[in-house]
DNA sequence: ATTAGATTTAGAATTGTTCCAAATTCTTTA
DNA sequence: TAAAGAATTTGGAACAATTCTAAATCTAAT
């Protein structure tokens, strides 16, 4: 662990969820300022490869990091853009008998208008 | 409905199933060889925009189009990238059901071993 | 203290996609 | 059916997110 992987870890886990890298950088700048991009980057992939932190695959925009590792989907307002995390249960035992095998993972995001954009 | 427009079309449903932008992008060429890699962007959008065929975004790579239209998710093989239509029941309800209100749409893409990668 | 291996850095490179402005081609409608 | 306006095409530039590269630096275990 190397001083730069504690800070990113730090800000991840004391800052808001589901920050993207650029964020994740910009906040280690304010207590490192020397940090590098790639160093982000590399340890991102680090710290979601050995189960530190969760890694959400956006399609469109960047991807963003999550300290919650308990499997757990997201839905996404389509006005603000504001990420909630959510627990619909039965979903993995759906898709197991769909595919009729073993789901090594999946990615779920729901597109929604959340309650604070929601005009009626 | 121009030359190329008609063109796109043909190829995404004429050729196999979830082809990508460059994918289309060559099938077209062979038939047209002055056609744009833009004209393809474009059309694309128009003919997802307009509900000819639906464009399916991939986090990890390019995005894909589908010309089946009709509700469903995929099912991506970790080995070989083989992308399955499936149809799991009961999906939108539980969504639904999780976040309290109407979801607009969904992406859900689950991970597995296919069958033809299966070794056991 | 030495050294192999891991990590950091800055910047270049890559990928997938969108944007742009000019040229062309469709579509009205007079 | 010709002129005007709208939409589309084209090639290339621009862009955003991410990965790669190579050299410098750090870390950890002898």
Redesign the pocket.
């Given at each position: 662990?190397?001083?730069?992987?504690k800070l990113?870890l730090k800000v991840i886990n004391d800052t808001c969820e589901h920050m993207?890298?650029?964020q994740i950088y910009m906040a280690a700048k304010a207590e490192?300022p020397?940090?590098?991009?790639?160093?982000?980057?590399?340890?991102?992939?680090?710290l979601s490869d050995n189960d530190y932190i969760r890694k959400i695959?956006?399609?469109?925009?960047?991807?963003?990091y999550d300290r919650n590792i308990i499997p757990h989907d997201h839905a996404i307002c389509d006005k603000c853009g504001g990420i909630a995390d959510i627990n619909p249960g039965g979903i993995r035992e759906a898709l197991e008998k769909s595919i009729g095998s073993k789901v090594t993972h999946y990615d779920l995001n729901v597109h929604y208008i959340c309650p604070g954009c929601r005009t009626w």
């Open positions: 662990m190397t001083a730069q992987r990113i993207n890298a650029e490192m020397g940090i590098a991009m790639a160093t982000v980057y590399n340890n991102l992939k680090y695959g956006v399609s469109d925009g960047a991807d963003f």
